[in-house]
């Protein structure tokens, strides 16, 4: 426990003049400080790996096809309700894919649980942040606004499987 | 020079309230719900005689969204991003609480490395949260370059966690069973150039603020809670040590392994807005001395692990869901039915404003039956009217400023 000392003022504290003096050699010495205020629109923000932008769906190396099979799990783990999921069967390999699916960024709250949650390496949380529309209908998107190729979320998903390499010394699977 | 001092006496003085032309003169003054001075949508209804406050009543609930209800509706996991808006200025803390709520109930060690991390994490959100009390009371006070300093410093730490978690405020990043991911080098080396710039930083913000006339006569003997007061109001945190008690649980009921660290507890004596302040101000080093320790012990703790392996609430490594069926089970049935065992927890952590409580109460399903939030703020609220009533209109700013609350977390 330690008491926090309660000093009084001594009289230059006490008088105005030396205070107001300190003041403004202190106001002069700033203006030869640098300068930390960041021009927001002009300069923008760096991101990284690590940022949490806005979710984005990865499309397969093959250039076309989403790595997602719309198993729902990203659905089942947002907090905020805003992913909604139809899935369809297809001829390819890996027969299922989402026929439609939508992420309503007002209701987004980039926490990243989809990311965890996909088994398909499917979603990721891109650098895009800025969100910015004139209407709402506009700012739920649809695949073709979701979708980019795996090349732009490469350095996101090195990020994350880095991460996730949890229990390293552990050998059994159950 | 005349070196006179404005002094009047505490409590209602009423010989000079009877030379007051304006006395006896009641009038109703609502402060707030949109107001600076009210440190977010709080509403005083204030009854005024002249310029002495003669009855208050505070409003709360402007800003409730059922954070409790949600958290029975949601889930458990997925409560997280829910608590980080509880005190949002300091989203890590309340995350760790709720989490340390849930592993009380589950039963989940937390591995060291985990432990450390969450400590570090705590008392930098902790710092972060002072600097906010710091610049906002000063600038209600009218010491506006005070809160430009602050928010410079706040800035760094920001700068910090973005870079650890994605995100400036709301980081979310604290789950079941320990943290997300792990504090890497550089990470550490720019904590801790920051935590060795900060001690430095603290001092400036004293020898702006300590031995400020200003500061002095608006803070020194206003607002004061006796320490019976204080026990009676249930007040904690700072509010609780400024009155002179000593309290605080990370000594009181240690968590997350802080009865390995070396810390002291500010104690104030006389209870006054001066004396919430100092207290705050030695709480900065203090933490700033816990991160440290903190750093020390992660330095020798690298490449442990920070999530614990337990495979009913902590999603298993991502490489394996590819590669094993029995990970992928885990792993559908961690996001869509994770459950926590039939019972009740309840841990309180020290937060920036005081116990910060999370009782949890399970059927063994996936939701919660009960999840009550116990906010230190709405504490704080209520003693408001203890300590405003009878003194000038203008104390009140200094006080609502010294008592620190975030009404996201009292309204909840
Ligand atoms: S979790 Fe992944 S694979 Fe499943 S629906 Fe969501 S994005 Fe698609
Ligand atoms: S980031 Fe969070 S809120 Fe946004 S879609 Fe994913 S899970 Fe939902």
């Known amino acids: 426990m330690v008491i926090v000392k309660r000093k009084d003022l001594s009289l230059a504290e006490r008088l105005w003049l030396p205070e107001i003096g300190r003041a403004l050699s202190m106001t002069l010495r700033a203006i030869f400080k640098p300068k930390v205020t ?55 390999f890996i027969e299922r894919e989402p026929e439609a699916f939508e992420i309503d960024m007002l209701r987004c709250i980039l926490c990243g649980f ?17 969100l910015a529309d004139f209407t709402r209908a506009a ?36 | 020079m005349a070196t006179k001092t404005f002094e009047y006496a505490p409590g209602p003085n009423l010989a000079a309230l009877n030379d007051d032309p304006l006395h006896g003169e009641i009038m109703q003054l609502s402060m707030g719900p949109q107001h600076p001075a009210t440190h977010g949508v709080l509403r005083l ?13 505070p409003e ?35 995350n760790i609480g709720y989490a340390l709520a849930l592993e009380k109930l589950a039963g989940i060690e937390v591995p060291q490395r985990g432990q450390e991390i969450r400590v570090l994490l705590m008392e930098i959100s902790r710092i972060a949260a002072h600097l906010i009390y710091l610049g906002t009371t000063a600038i209600d006070l009218g010491a506006v370059s005070m809160f430009f300093n602050t ?40 904590l801790r150039s920051f935590l ?81 302040y100092l207290v705050r101000v030695e709480e900065m080093r203090q933490s700033t001395a816990i991160a440290l320790q903190a750093l020390e012990r992660l330095k020798a703790s690298r490449g442990g692990e920070v999530l614990a392996e337990d495979r009913r609430y902590v999603l298993p490594p991502k490489a394996k869901v590819h590669t094993s069926m029995e990970e992928l089970i885990f792993q ?12 009740e927890a309840y841990q309180g952590i020290e937060s920036s404003k005081g116990e910060l409580g999370f009782f949890v109460v399970s059927d063994g399903t996936s939701r919660p039956v009960r999840c009550h939030i116990r906010a230190p703020g709405l504490y704080n609220v209520q003693a408001i009217p203890l300590v405003a009533e009878g003194r000038l209109f203008s104390d009140m700013v200094a006080i609502i400023g010294s008592l620190d609350f975030v009404m996201g977390e009292v309204d909840r």
């Open chain 2, 332 to 343: 559908f049935k961690i996001v869509t039915d994770l459950s926590l065992p039939r019972g």
């Open chain 2, 45 to 57: 209804e204030v009854e005024l005689d002249g310029e002495t406050i003669r009855r208050l009543e």
């Open chain 1, 114 to 130: 989809c990311e965890e949650a996909c088994p398909k390496d499917a979603i990721f949380m891109s650098n895009e942040l800025e």
């Open chain 2, 60 to 94: 709360v609930g402007f800003l409730h969204r059922g954070k409790e209800k949600t958290c029975e509706s949601l889930g458990w996991a997925k409560f997280f991003p829910h608590t980080d808006r509880l005190d949002y200025v300091q989203p890590l803390m309340n």
């Open chain 2, 196 to 276: 060795e710039g900060f001690r430095g930083e603290v001092d400036t913000f004293e020898k702006f603020l300590t031995g400020n006339r200003i500061w002095y006569d608006r803070n020194r003997d206003v607002g004061t809670i006796t320490k019976d007061e204080a026990l009676a109001w249930a007040l904690t945190g700072p509010n609780l040590r400024g009155s002179g008690v000593e309290h605080d649980l990370r000594k009181a009921q240690p968590y997350s392994g802080y009865e390995d660290y070396e810390f002291e507890v500010p104690v104030g004596t006389v209870g006054d807005c001066y004396d919430r």
């Open chain 1, 38 to 92: 960041r021009q927001y629109p002009e300069e923008p923000l760096p991101t990284t790996a690590v940022t949490r932008g806005q979710p984005r769906l990865r499309i397969l190396e093959d250039g076309e096809n989403l790595a997602c099979v719309s198993c729902g799990l990203c659905e089942a783990a947002c907090p905020a309700y805003a992913i909604t999921i139809d899935g369809h069967e297809t001829e390819r």
């Open chain 1, 139 to 174: 700012l739920v998107y649809d695949i073709d606004k979701l979708k980019r190729p795996t090349a732009a979320l490469t350095g996101r998903m090195d990020y994350f499987y880095k991460v996730t390499n949890r229990w390293r010394n552990s050998s059994s699977t159950s």
């Open chain 2, 151 to 190: 928010f410079k410093e706040r800035e760094k730490i920001y700068e910090i966690l973005d870079a650890y978690t994605g995100h400036r405020m709301n980081n979310t990043y604290v789950r079941i069973g320990g943290v997300f991911a792990d504090v890497d080098e550089e990470l550490e080396a720019h």
